[in-house]
Protein backbone atom coordinates (compact mmCIF):
# COMPACT_ATOMS: atom_id res chain seq x y z
CA UNK A 1 0.00 0.00 0.00
CA UNK A 2 1.51 3.40 -1.09
CA UNK A 3 2.06 6.24 1.87
CA UNK A 4 -0.26 9.62 1.30
CA UNK A 5 3.86 11.27 -0.07
CA UNK A 6 4.12 8.37 -2.52
CA UNK A 7 -0.16 8.87 -4.38
CA UNK A 8 1.52 12.64 -4.69
CA UNK A 9 4.45 11.20 -7.12
CA UNK A 10 2.25 8.96 -9.11
CA UNK A 11 2.20 5.00 -9.10
CA UNK A 12 2.59 3.96 -13.07
CA UNK A 13 -0.31 1.90 -14.42
CA UNK A 14 1.74 -1.19 -15.39
CA UNK A 15 4.79 -2.81 -16.62
CA UNK A 16 8.36 -2.44 -14.94
CA UNK A 17 7.99 0.68 -14.01
CA UNK A 18 5.15 -0.47 -11.90
CA UNK A 19 7.13 -2.90 -10.20
CA UNK A 20 9.95 -1.30 -9.18
CA UNK A 21 7.85 0.87 -7.94
CA UNK A 22 6.30 -1.48 -5.72
CA UNK A 23 9.79 -2.37 -4.56
CA UNK A 24 11.27 0.77 -4.18
CA UNK A 25 8.46 2.88 -2.78
CA UNK A 26 5.98 -0.14 -1.04
CA UNK A 27 7.87 -1.30 1.91
CA UNK A 28 4.93 -3.72 3.05
CA UNK A 29 5.41 -6.19 0.20
CA UNK A 30 8.33 -9.10 0.83
CA UNK A 31 10.70 -7.08 -1.95
CA UNK A 32 10.28 -3.66 -0.60
CA UNK A 33 11.20 -4.78 3.23
CA UNK A 34 14.14 -6.67 1.31
CA UNK A 35 15.23 -3.48 -0.30
CA UNK A 36 14.52 -0.83 2.82
CA UNK A 37 16.40 -3.32 5.00
CA UNK A 38 19.77 -3.28 2.32
CA UNK A 39 19.29 0.02 2.02
CA UNK A 40 19.60 0.99 5.51
CA UNK A 41 23.22 -1.21 5.95
CA UNK A 42 24.39 0.19 3.55
CA UNK A 43 23.51 3.81 4.72
CA UNK A 44 25.07 2.68 7.88
CA UNK A 45 28.14 1.07 6.23
CA UNK A 46 28.78 4.02 4.12
CA UNK A 47 28.33 6.62 6.80
CA UNK A 48 31.48 4.43 8.79
CA UNK A 49 33.45 4.37 5.96
CA UNK A 50 33.21 8.25 5.82
CA UNK A 51 34.12 8.32 9.47
CA UNK A 52 36.40 6.12 9.00
CA UNK A 53 38.17 7.76 6.00
CA UNK A 54 38.31 10.84 7.97
CA UNK A 55 41.06 9.38 10.45
CA UNK A 56 44.17 10.88 9.06
CA UNK A 57 46.55 7.74 10.22
CA UNK A 58 43.46 5.23 8.38
CA UNK A 59 43.13 7.70 5.33
CA UNK A 60 46.41 7.23 4.36
CA UNK A 61 46.99 3.51 5.23
CA UNK A 62 43.84 2.43 3.37
CA UNK A 63 43.19 5.01 0.43
CA UNK A 64 43.13 3.12 -2.44
CA UNK A 65 40.49 1.15 -0.18
CA UNK A 66 38.79 4.02 0.92
CA UNK A 67 38.33 5.02 -2.61
CA UNK A 68 36.81 1.66 -4.01
CA UNK A 69 34.56 1.40 -1.42
CA UNK A 70 33.34 5.04 -1.66
CA UNK A 71 32.80 4.53 -5.18
CA UNK A 72 30.60 1.32 -4.82
CA UNK A 73 28.38 3.14 -2.41
CA UNK A 74 27.90 6.08 -5.18
CA UNK A 75 27.49 3.99 -8.17
CA UNK A 76 25.27 1.80 -5.64
CA UNK A 77 23.09 5.33 -4.18
CA UNK A 78 23.22 7.23 -8.12
CA UNK A 79 21.24 3.30 -9.05
CA UNK A 80 18.91 4.00 -6.19
CA UNK A 81 18.16 7.80 -6.76
CA UNK A 82 17.64 7.32 -10.97
CA UNK A 83 15.44 4.21 -10.08
CA UNK A 84 13.32 6.39 -7.88
CA UNK A 85 13.18 8.87 -10.95
CA UNK A 86 12.08 6.47 -13.10
CA UNK A 87 9.37 4.38 -11.11
CA UNK A 88 7.02 7.79 -10.27
CA UNK A 89 4.70 9.48 -12.56
CA UNK A 90 5.96 12.51 -11.15
CA UNK A 91 9.85 12.28 -11.06
CA UNK A 92 10.74 16.16 -10.94
CA UNK A 93 8.11 16.39 -7.43
CA UNK A 94 10.63 13.28 -6.16
CA UNK A 95 13.25 15.13 -7.09
CA UNK A 96 12.81 18.38 -5.23
CA UNK A 97 11.45 17.02 -2.12
CA UNK A 98 13.18 16.52 1.51
CA UNK A 99 14.15 12.82 0.13
CA UNK A 100 15.27 13.57 -2.86
CA UNK A 101 17.47 16.24 -2.24
CA UNK A 102 18.92 13.67 0.81
CA UNK A 103 19.16 11.24 -2.02
CA UNK A 104 21.17 13.57 -4.23
CA UNK A 105 23.45 15.03 -1.60
CA UNK A 106 24.42 11.21 -1.32
CA UNK A 107 25.95 10.95 -4.17
CA UNK A 108 26.90 14.81 -5.92
CA UNK A 109 30.04 15.37 -3.60
CA UNK A 110 31.94 12.20 -5.43
CA UNK A 111 30.77 13.75 -9.21
CA UNK A 112 31.69 16.84 -7.83
CA UNK A 113 35.44 16.39 -6.87
CA UNK A 114 35.59 14.40 -10.33
CA UNK A 115 34.55 16.50 -12.76
CA UNK A 116 35.43 19.50 -11.23
CA UNK A 117 39.11 18.67 -9.73
CA UNK A 118 39.25 22.99 -9.86
CA UNK A 119 37.13 22.73 -6.93
CA UNK A 120 40.22 21.14 -5.02
CA UNK A 121 41.86 24.49 -5.29
CA UNK A 122 38.91 26.16 -3.81
CA UNK A 123 37.59 24.57 -0.79
CA UNK A 124 39.38 21.65 1.11
CA UNK A 125 38.11 18.13 -0.71
CA UNK A 126 36.88 17.01 3.21
CA UNK A 127 34.01 19.57 3.01
CA UNK A 128 33.09 17.71 -0.16
CA UNK A 129 33.34 14.45 1.07
CA UNK A 130 32.19 15.46 4.66
CA UNK A 131 29.01 16.09 2.56
CA UNK A 132 28.69 12.14 2.14
CA UNK A 133 27.15 12.55 5.92
CA UNK A 134 23.59 13.44 4.73
CA UNK A 135 23.44 10.27 3.36
CA UNK A 136 22.08 9.27 7.28
CA UNK A 137 19.11 11.38 6.77
CA UNK A 138 18.31 8.90 4.21
CA UNK A 139 17.24 6.73 7.05
CA UNK A 140 14.19 8.81 8.29
CA UNK A 141 12.92 7.61 5.01
CA UNK A 142 12.87 3.62 5.52
CA UNK A 143 12.51 3.96 9.68
CA UNK A 144 8.31 4.33 10.72
CA UNK A 145 9.41 6.01 14.33
CA UNK A 146 11.10 8.96 12.06
CA UNK A 147 8.46 9.76 10.19
CA UNK A 148 5.84 9.78 13.43
CA UNK A 149 8.51 11.68 15.43
CA UNK A 150 8.57 14.29 12.57
CA UNK A 151 5.17 14.74 11.68
CA UNK A 152 4.92 15.19 15.58
CA UNK A 153 7.98 18.61 15.60
CA UNK A 154 5.70 19.69 12.38
CA UNK A 155 2.18 19.79 14.13
CA UNK A 156 4.23 21.17 17.14
CA UNK A 157 6.54 23.70 15.07
CA UNK A 158 4.30 27.29 16.20
CA UNK A 159 4.23 26.02 19.94
CA UNK A 160 7.47 25.82 19.79
CA UNK A 161 8.31 28.33 17.81
CA UNK A 162 6.34 30.56 20.47
CA UNK A 163 8.33 29.13 23.32
CA UNK A 164 11.76 29.20 21.38
CA UNK A 165 10.88 33.10 21.32
CA UNK A 166 9.71 33.52 24.90
CA UNK A 167 13.47 32.04 25.95
CA UNK A 168 15.45 34.34 23.27
CA UNK A 169 13.47 37.22 25.25
CA UNK A 170 14.61 36.59 28.41
CA UNK A 171 17.75 35.77 27.48
CA UNK A 172 17.90 39.41 25.76
CA UNK A 173 16.69 41.30 28.51
CA UNK A 174 18.65 39.23 31.39
CA UNK A 175 21.86 39.37 29.20
CA UNK A 176 21.48 43.01 28.67
CA UNK A 177 20.83 43.37 32.48
CA UNK A 178 24.36 41.23 33.31
CA UNK A 179 25.87 43.77 30.92
CA UNK A 180 24.49 46.73 32.84
CA UNK A 181 25.47 45.15 36.23
CA UNK A 182 28.95 43.80 35.82
CA UNK A 183 30.21 45.40 32.58
CA UNK A 184 33.29 45.75 30.47
CA UNK A 185 35.62 45.03 33.40
CA UNK A 186 34.19 41.82 34.40
CA UNK A 187 34.29 39.90 31.04
CA UNK A 188 30.82 41.32 29.91
CA UNK A 189 31.98 43.59 26.90
CA UNK A 190 29.28 44.38 24.83
CA UNK A 191 25.47 43.31 24.99
CA UNK A 192 26.18 40.50 22.31
CA UNK A 193 28.65 39.18 24.67
CA UNK A 194 26.19 39.03 27.47
CA UNK A 195 23.33 37.78 25.71
CA UNK A 196 25.56 34.65 24.12
CA UNK A 197 26.38 34.26 28.24
CA UNK A 198 22.59 34.41 28.83
CA UNK A 199 22.07 31.99 25.97
CA UNK A 200 24.47 29.45 27.34
CA UNK A 201 23.28 29.57 30.94
CA UNK A 202 19.95 29.45 30.30
CA UNK A 203 20.87 26.34 28.29
CA UNK A 204 22.93 24.37 30.99
CA UNK A 205 25.91 24.50 28.74
CA UNK A 206 27.93 26.85 30.92
CA UNK A 207 31.06 27.17 29.13
CA UNK A 208 32.60 29.38 31.97
CA UNK A 209 34.62 31.56 29.68
CA UNK A 210 32.48 34.55 30.96
CA UNK A 211 31.07 34.88 35.18
CA UNK A 212 29.88 37.11 36.73
CA UNK A 213 31.78 38.97 39.65
CA UNK A 214 29.48 40.57 41.59
CA UNK A 215 26.60 39.69 44.26
CA UNK A 216 23.53 41.17 41.98
CA UNK A 217 25.34 38.91 38.78
CA UNK A 218 25.51 35.77 40.61
CA UNK A 219 22.19 36.55 41.64
CA UNK A 220 20.79 36.99 38.56
CA UNK A 221 22.97 33.89 37.21
CA UNK A 222 20.95 31.84 39.33
CA UNK A 223 17.75 32.50 39.10
CA UNK A 224 19.07 31.90 34.83
CA UNK A 225 20.05 29.00 35.88
CA UNK A 226 16.69 27.83 37.51
CA UNK A 227 14.85 28.91 34.61
CA UNK A 228 17.14 27.08 32.24
CA UNK A 229 16.28 23.90 34.00
CA UNK A 230 12.94 24.35 34.17
CA UNK A 231 12.26 24.93 30.61
CA UNK A 232 14.27 22.28 29.30
CA UNK A 233 11.30 19.88 29.62
CA UNK A 234 9.01 21.79 28.03
CA UNK A 235 9.54 21.34 24.08
CA UNK A 236 9.83 17.92 25.33
CA UNK A 237 6.21 18.05 26.45
CA UNK A 238 5.05 19.70 23.66
CA UNK A 239 6.26 17.08 21.42
CA UNK A 240 5.75 14.22 24.25
CA UNK A 241 2.05 15.39 23.74
CA UNK A 242 1.53 15.67 20.02
CA UNK A 243 2.91 12.08 19.95
CA UNK A 244 0.56 10.96 22.40
CA UNK A 245 -2.33 12.72 21.05
CA UNK A 246 -1.27 11.22 17.38
CA UNK A 247 -1.27 7.41 19.43
CA UNK A 248 -4.62 7.97 20.77
CA UNK A 249 -6.11 9.11 17.68
CA UNK A 250 -4.44 6.28 15.59
CA UNK A 251 -6.12 3.52 18.23
CA UNK A 252 -9.21 5.51 18.38
CA UNK A 253 -9.47 4.58 14.78
CA UNK A 254 -8.84 1.04 15.07
CA UNK A 255 -11.05 0.75 18.04
CA UNK A 256 -13.69 -2.51 18.09
CA UNK A 257 -16.41 -2.89 19.41
CA UNK A 258 -18.10 -6.16 20.78
CA UNK A 259 -20.91 -7.58 18.23
CA UNK A 260 -22.68 -9.49 21.46
CA UNK A 261 -23.00 -6.34 23.76
CA UNK A 262 -22.25 -3.46 22.01
CA UNK A 263 -18.97 -2.66 24.66
CA UNK A 264 -16.15 -0.67 22.42
CA UNK A 265 -12.54 0.70 22.83
CA UNK A 266 -10.86 -2.13 22.15
CA UNK A 267 -7.45 -2.21 20.36
CA UNK A 268 -5.23 -4.50 18.36
CA UNK A 269 -4.19 -5.97 21.48
CA UNK A 270 -7.80 -7.59 23.25
CA UNK A 271 -9.39 -10.96 22.05
CA UNK A 272 -12.65 -10.72 24.88
CA UNK A 273 -14.84 -8.78 25.65
CA UNK A 274 -14.46 -7.68 29.19
CA UNK A 275 -18.23 -7.22 29.99
CA UNK A 276 -19.37 -10.09 28.22
CA UNK A 277 -16.28 -12.18 27.62
CA UNK A 278 -17.33 -12.92 23.53
CA UNK A 279 -14.42 -12.80 21.31
CA UNK A 280 -13.80 -9.93 19.72
CA UNK A 281 -14.09 -9.37 15.71
CA UNK A 282 -10.68 -9.30 14.33
CA UNK A 283 -8.56 -6.02 13.57
CA UNK A 284 -10.07 -4.69 9.94
Excluded at 16 to 36: C, M, N, Q
Excluded at 40 to 48: E, G, M, P
Aim: glycine letters at 8%.
Amino acid sequence: MATAGQDELGRPAGGWRLALHKVIYESETPAGRAFDKAIVVAILVSVAVVIADSVQGWHVRWRTGFITVEWLFTLLFSIEYVARLVSVQRPLRYAFSFFGIVDLLAVLPTYLALVFPELHALIDVRILRLLRIFRIFKLTAYVVEYQVMGAALAASRRKILVFLSAVLMAALVLGTLLYVVEGPQHGFADIPTSVYWAITTITTVGFGDITPKTEAGRFIASVMMLLGWGTLAVPTGIVTAEMTARRHMRDSSAARSCTACGASGYGSEANFCQQCGMALPPQA
